[in-house]
């Protein structure tokens, strides 16, 4: 049987890695992407405050008591979707068939590829180098036959990850999950 090869590749905590590489003052520093006075929400964090507990749809003051040397950066859409739009088109290299569930993820179905590649993970391989080559950015990629599966193993060796789930490993790897690793499943 000939199974699809999907990937979903997921740009690692974007906001903050478009703000650390645009201004390299902030590389390395604890950053939170959002609104840090008032009842202000953290819309992303980079790795360097993710490792004081800092996460998305945080509230502020709860990010600053965690990390009180963190820095606020007030959000710059225009520049995120100009980003984005960059990192679509390389992905339009690969297939046409990209399907983006927000700024920054995309579903890509690489089965019928116009470029030659021996295996979806060959195929993550190129797309990440490419990112990282052209944008400075850093994605996490996930490989599967379906959404479902490419979607988890994306997240499996975040950050600048790589993980396949190949279809006689499907039942294995699921089994080994906790039921909030699924995808929609709080």
Same mark, same amino acid.
């Given at each position: 049987?000939?199974? =699809?090869?999907?990937?979903?590749?997921?740009?690692?905590?974007? /906001?903050?890695?478009?703000?650390?590489?645009?201004?390299?003052?902030?590389?390395?520093?604890?950053?939170?992407?959002?609104?840090?006075?008032?009842?202000?929400?953290?819309?992303?964090?980079?790795?360097?405050?993710?490792? /004081?507990?800092?996460?998305?749809?945080?509230?502020?003051?709860?990010?600053?008591?965690?990390?009180?040397?963190? !820095?606020?950066?007030?959000?710059?859409?225009?520049? /995120?979707?100009?980003?984005?739009?960059?990192?679509?088109?390389?992905?339009?290299? /690969?297939?046409?068939?990209?399907?983006? !569930?927000?700024?920054?993820?995309?579903?890509?179905?690489?089965?019928?590829?116009? !470029?030659?590649?021996?295996?979806?993970?060959?195929?993550?391989?190129? !797309?990440? =180098?490419?990112?990282?080559?052209?944008?400075?950015?850093?994605?996490?990629?996930?490989?599967?036959?379906?959404?479902?599966?490419?979607?988890?193993?994306?997240?499996?060796?975040?950050?600048?990850?790589?993980?396949?789930?190949?279809?006689?490993?499907?039942?294995?790897?699921?089994?080994?999950?906790?039921?909030?690793?699924?995808?929609?499943?709080?």
């Amino acid at each position: 049987m000939a199974y =699809r090869r999907i990937l979903h590749v997921d740009m690692d905590a974007f /906001y903050a890695s478009v703000e650390q590489r645009d201004h390299p003052e902030l590389r390395g520093r604890p950053i939170a992407v959002g609104r840090g006075e008032g009842r202000g929400v953290v819309a992303t964090a980079s790795y360097e405050a993710r490792r /004081y507990g800092v996460h998305s749809a945080m509230p502020s003051y709860r990010a600053k008591e965690l990390c009180p040397n963190l !820095i606020f950066i007030h959000p710059n859409m225009q520049r /995120y979707k100009e980003v984005s739009g960059a990192i679509q088109a390389i992905f339009r290299r /690969y297939t046409p068939l990209v399907q983006p !569930i927000s700024i920054d993820e995309a579903f890509l179905d690489i089965t019928e590829s116009p !470029i030659p590649f021996a295996s979806g993970t060959e195929a993550a391989l190129r !797309i990440k =180098r490419e990112i990282r080559e052209e944008l400075s950015l850093v994605a996490s990629i996930g490989v599967s036959f379906n959404k479902f599966l490419a979607k988890i193993a994306s997240d499996w060796k975040k950050p600048d990850g790589l993980f396949e789930v190949k279809p006689e490993d499907a039942l294995r790897f699921i089994d080994q999950l906790p039921i909030e690793s699924f995808w929609g499943i709080g």
